[in-house]
């Protein structure tokens, strides 16, 4: 799609609102469209949409192609006659201001038990043939996916590394008799993404009909106990027995001292170019049968990125190493026409990295939350050009009402006199300075059009637990944020 002026909101659909513990791709997803439709913006960011693992971050998937199971909606389950009323009830207390993954993640997955076991005794359901045409058309992917999961759940969690060798090493014998042995999980995880990619996609088209566009994420790296770095290790840096020998990070930087210690395995750049980098051209075109635009995450890193010891404590000991640079995107480019892309351009940017995202004419982030040191700073839109996207902050910022409430007294008085502003109302003073400036996009988490302060942080980078879990509260579409925002909206022509 072409760039053009417009404006919308992040907000990852775990943090919808609803009865069942978690956001869902069920009513809550489709009314918070029509919200956007209503209130004039034609953008919904959301977060990676992948099946999350140990820390529930959506950066931490157990595969780039799948979908997250959690997401897929019950009321959409009853309305296929896949659940009946009574396996809802009774539902567990569960609390509305947050997601609790300890309670949820077990009763959703009964209840998606419950639903294959319906499904699976009923050959003549509306949908067999669509699942069964789904099985073949996502089989490159999902056949290796769902047969990891179905190991991991026969080896109580595992990661792939500590199972028996000859599983680990994907030796055919020992892949067929798997196979052989767990056909009824192999069939269920099937079906379980089938179900979210049903749902997601009568979501997607509704977005379509009231010219909704959805952004979307691909984390430059992918979890180590993952089914593509089983399927594929040769792809990655892995010892013998499959661990990382050298994995992600970035350096001390603003958000900490020791730098962030990700720990995913890093790619053997030179093994994706030898096969034209298909595996990359391959997941790109997978989310874009689900989403309009791409956000690249860590983009700085297809320029260069920070190494570390596989074995290493903390970030702090690392090096800098080349990326695949305009080889890579020359390839997407040459398979997939024009590069839909926002480059996430944050962190330490070197002019190699400038120069590879002005070269495929990337758009680049401008977060309005860095931008109070002074006159000078890039991040101030009088520096903006058009082709870029502005942001009051991202999932990994606090909210802009919390930045103000904490940051230091001459930034927050540098941004009063910039906006021209007493600051009793900042979180929509930023969201005007966004809207208003040249950029093409203007973007504002959830929780800034609420006015709501670090309670409802999103991420805290570098920390381990406790992320992810903000939910809207149940009156947060209201006729006067809807309002305010298409005034917004009307007035900066967005």
Known sequence: MKFERAAGILLHPTSLTGPYGIGDLGSAAFAFVDFLAEAGCSLWQVLPLGPTGYGDSPYQCFSAFAGNPYLISP???????????????????????RVDYGAVIPWKMKLLARAWERFSAAPNHPLQADFAAFCHRQAAWLDDFALFMALKDAHRGAPWTAWPADLRRREPAALAAARAQLQGALDRYRFLQFLF????????????????????????FVAHDSADVWARPELFYLDAEGRPTVVAGVPPDYFSPTGQLWGNPLYRWEAHKKEGYGWWIARFRALLELVDIVRLDHFRGFAGYWEVPGDAPTAERGRWVPGPGADFFAALAAALGDLPIIAEDLGEITPDVIALRDQFGLPGMKILQFAFSGPNNPFLPHHFSPHCVAYTGTHDNDTALGWYRTAPEQEKDYARRYLSVSGEDFAWDLIRMAWRSVAVFALAPMQDLLSLGSEARMNFPGRAAGNWAWRMPPDALRPEIRDRLRELNFLYHR
């Open 197 to 220: 990619f049903h749902q997601w996609g009568a979501l997607r088209n509704h977005a379509r009909a009231r010219g909704v566009h959805i952004i979307g994420d691909i984390p430059i």
């Open 75 to 97: 009321d959409g389950l009853l309305a296929d006659g896949l659940l009946h009323a009574a396996d809802l009830h009774p539902l567990p207390p569960f609390p509305q201001e």
